[in-house]
Antibody
């Protein structure tokens, strides 16, 4: 079955960096786009970034462009989110999610990892 | 900055029908926005319900359906169950980037 497991969250000071990882299993990772989505405590979902299956394209939310960077390693079935110059407003649970294969969309989600900037 | 708008809250009786909508600040929502819908219950991970406006995932209950309604995307729940009480989010595609709506808190009462 599809499994997405995030790691790398924690408490970090403003201005510092953190790298999140999402390990995928149960499907052919290189065939799927991968997303990052975040949710601040008590708030709604915010889409963060997506990378295509073949790493040829990536897109970001305006709120994170230039500070957060998505990447992936298809040989290790992992997608990453490099988070630089962190701000208190980046505090959230960060989810990775799989893109649907035939039409734009999102299907499976990981359990999330909490990032606290304080 | 693109804003996606949903009803903040709706209430429905068990067995009833309710429609949630999703509007874009850029204009009418069309099939090209590939609207996705997600359900999230307190303390849980979001669960995908609908993609590409009206396509269901293999696990999506039959009582959930997606459509375009006027200039918005819509999620209709028919024969609402008590367990459908949750927050519902739409997600729209903007040619690469995506934007979530603010969510609709659905109360089953």
């Amino acid at each position: 079955q599809v499994q997405l497991v995030e790691s790398g969250g924690g408490v970090v000071q403003p201005g510092r960096s953190l790298r999140l990882s999402c390990a995928a299993a149960g499907f052919t990772f290189r065939n799927y786009a991968m997303h990052w989505v975040r949710q601040a405590p008590g708030k709604g979902l915010e889409w963060v970034a997506v990378m295509s299956n073949d790493v040829s394209s990536k897109y970001y939310a305006d709120s994170v462009r230039g500070r957060l960077t998505i990447s992936r390693g298809n040989s290790v079935n992992t997608v990453y989110l490099q988070m630089d110059t962190l701000r208190p407003e980046d505090t959230a649970v960060y989810f990775c999610a799989r893109g649907t294969v035939d039409r734009p969309g999102v299907d499976y989600w990981g359990q999330g990892t909490l990032v606290t900037v304080s | 900055q693109t804003v996606v708008t949903q009803e903040p809250s709706l209430t429905v009786s068990p067995g009833g029908t309710v429609t949630l909508t999703c509007a874009s600040s850029t204009g009418a929502v069309t099939s090209g926005y590939h609207a996705n819908w997600f359900q999230q219950k307190p303390g849980q991970v979001p669960r995908a319900l609908i993609f590409s406006t009206s396509s269901k995932h293999s696990w999506t209950p039959a009582r959930f359906s997606g459509s375009l309604l006027g200039d918005k995307a819509a999620l209709t729940l028919s024969g609402v169950q008590p367990e459908d009480e949750a927050e519902y989010y739409c997600l729209l595609y903007y040619g690469g980037a995506w934007v979530f709506g603010g969510g609709t808190k659905l109360t089953v009462l």
